[in-house]
């Protein structure tokens, strides 16, 4: 969100445009916890995790009440429109603020999670899913020295967009995650065909939202059929969220900060940036929200061939 912030900031001096950053997102609104932002404002921050402009949630803002208030302190200031960056419960917000005042919103997808449609990527997730894979790559050392089976849980409450990256780029015997039905049984009968060609090493990706359970309740299933697998259980939680982003989520966060604030001047509101096959496009808030980004059917059928 940093590199993000910087290109907003950047792209709009650029122009002449005068920038104010709101700390801690809606509810900076309502409390007029507002900064002015310049180009030194935003030095050395592309490097840095999480967001220098901090981010909460905001139960007054889902009422009527503290969206007027939000709107009073944002005509104080003399503001016009806003970048807002974030997932679903963003989105919805800015959908609700623009048709009840007038104020142009544009969006910037900004979760881990990677759940949002009109984009193929949202910032973080490259970065959380190179956590990730880092982390169970130090995992499988244990795992082979000792012979054991480890169920790692990745971060995902609706979406297994990480579990199914960081599974293929790790080589895990087994991904589960919600979108796709967890067969215990199943699960152990792969792990056998494995055992007996001489694998010393097992380790499943548990997506947080599975349908079957988190990984210590899939764990007490496979233990409870299967005794005989010395198990064992790693969460990797909230590591996921920090750290300083990849290069990828570097020039993705510039790319769409530069688009988000183009858009603005072009008169566009209501709408995402995001990175489609490669180029940035715009997306109605409405389908960002509506339509579920389900994970790519081709890395499915990949995970299915090269996870045996």
Do not use: W
Not at 77 to 93: C, E, P, Q
Not at 116 to 124: A, P
């Amino acid at each position: 969100m940093n590199a993000c912030v910087r290109a907003v900031v950047r792209r709009a001096l650029a122009d002449g445009i005068s920038l104010t950053g709101i700390k801690r997102g809606f509810q900076g609104l309502i409390e007029k916890d507002f900064e002015t932002l310049d180009s030194r404002s935003v030095s050395n921050i592309i490097q840095r995790g999480g967001t220098v402009l901090k981010s909460a949630r905001s139960m007054e803002f889902m009422s009527v009440e503290g969206r007027v208030k939000a709107y009073n302190n944002i005509a104080d200031a003399g503001l016009d429109s806003l970048v807002v960056i974030g997932g679903d419960g963003t989105f919805k917000g800015a959908v609700q603020f623009e048709r009840e005042h007038a104020v142009r919103v544009v969006g910037i997808p900004g979760t881990i999670d990677n759940d949002l449609s009109g984009t193929d990527f949202t910032l973080g997730f490259d970065t959380a899913v190179n956590t990730a894979v880092e982390a169970i790559d130090k995992i499988r050392d244990t795992a082979a020295s000792h012979d054991r089976l480890f169920f790692v849980e990745v971060m995902g409450r609706h979406a297994g967009h990480i579990a199914l990256a960081a599974g293929i780029s790790s080589g895990a015997e087994a991904i589960l995650m919600p979108e796709t039905p967890t067969d215990i049984p199943a699960l152990l009968s792969n792990l056998e065909l494995g055992k007996s060609a001489g694998k010393t090493s097992n380790i499943v990706i548990v997506c947080e939202g599975d349908e079957a359970g988190g990984a210590f309740k899939i764990a007490e299933k496979v233990r409870s059929l299967a005794p005989q697998y010395d198990t064992r259980v790693t969460v990797l939680g909230h590591i996921q969220r920090g750290g300083s982003p990849t290069a990828f989520d570097r020039i993705l966060g510039t790319r769409l900060g530069v688009a988000a604030v183009e858009a603005l001047i072009d008169g566009k509101s209501g709408v995402m940036a995001g990175l489609v096959q490669g180029k940035v496009a715009l997306t109605s808030f409405q389908d960002c929200i509506s339509i579920t980004h389900l994970p790519d059917t081709e890395m499915l059928r990949i995970s299915k061939i090269t996870n045996i």
